[in-house]
C-alpha cells in the first residue's frame, strides 16, 4: 500500500521531522541518537541501487517497522521536475501511478510489501537530481531518520536508544556496511563513482 499524507496532517503529526523553513535559510533535523553512514558493495549503479534496497528493506523490517513515511525537506512537489534519463523516467512514472499528484508536495506512507520496489525508484530519484528536495524517511514511532544520498548510501540517524540498540542488532543481517567517515562520497567506497548522469 502507498498512500499520501498531506504535508501540513503529517507535520502536525510529526513535528521534529528534517525540514528546511520556507521562509528563512534554516534547516531542522531531530536530536540525534546516533548517526550512522550505509553502503552497499556492487560492480554497477544498478547493481548498487538493488543492493541499497535490499539492504535498506532488510534494516526496517529487522527493527521492527512495518511502514515508513517519506517526506521531502522543502515544500517543492515530488514530480516538479521533469527527467530523460530513463530510470527515473519510470521512477517519476511510478509516482503517478499511485496517484502522487504534479502538485503534491506531502508524505508518502510505504508498507512494507511496497518498500524494496519504492527504495529502487527512490534512489533513482536522488542520485539523478530527479526531485528538487531531500526525501527522508521515518517510521511511523518516529524512532528513526533516514536519507538517501547521491553517491547511493544511506544516512541512519537513530533517536533514541533502544532505537539505536535494535539498529546495530538488525544490520548485521542486511549485507550493508559501514563507511567510517564522517562525510560520504562515492570515490571512498571501493569501485563506486559519484553520480554523472
Known amino acids: ?3 499520501k499524507v498531506s504535508r501540513k496532517r503529517f507535520l502536525k503529526n510529526y513535528p521534529n521531522f528534517a525540514v528546511a523553513s520556507p521562509y528563512r535559510n534554516k534547516y531542522f533535523f531531530p536530536e540525534t541518537y546516533n548517526s550512522y553512514i550505509l553502503y552497499a558493495e556492487s560492480r554497477s549503479t544498478i547493481g548498487v541501487c538493488k543492493n541499497i534496497s535490499a539492504g535498506a528493506t532488510a ?3 529487522g527493527m521492527g517497522f512495518n511502514e515508513m513515511f517519506f ?6 512537489p515530488w514530480l516538479l521536475r521533469e527527467h530523460d534519463y530513463k530510470p527515473v523516467k519510470q521512477a517519476l512514472e511510478y509516482l503517478e501511478q499511485h496517484k502522487i499528484s504534479k ?3 506531502g508524505a508518502i506512507e510505504v508498507d512494507e510489501l511496497h518498500l524494496p520496489v519504492f527504495l529502487m525508484y527512490l534512489f533513482w ?4 537530481n530527479g526531485v528538487v528536495f531531500t526525501p527522508h524517511f521515518s ?3 518516529f524512532n528513526v ?3 538517501l544520498c547521491q553517491y547511493g548510501n544511506i544516512h541512519f540517524s537513530t533517536l533514541n536508544k533502544q532505537a539505536d540498540e535494535s539498529f546495530n542488532a538488525a544490520v548485521l543481517n542486511t549485507g ?10 562515492g570515490y571512498k567506497i571501493p569501485r563506486r563513482m559519484a553520480a554523472n548522469v
Open 103 to 105: 502538485s503534491f508536495n
Open 176 to 185: 550493508l556496511k559501514f563507511l567510517n567517515e564522517e562525510r560520504c562520497s
Open 59 to 61: 534494516l526496517i523490517k
Open 139 to 141: 517510521d511511523a514511532g
Open 71 to 76: 517526506l521531502g525537506d522543502t515544500t517543492s
Open 145 to 147: 531518520m533516514i536519507s
Open 125 to 128: 530519484l536522488v542520485r539523478c
Open 1 to 3: 500500500m502507498i498512500k
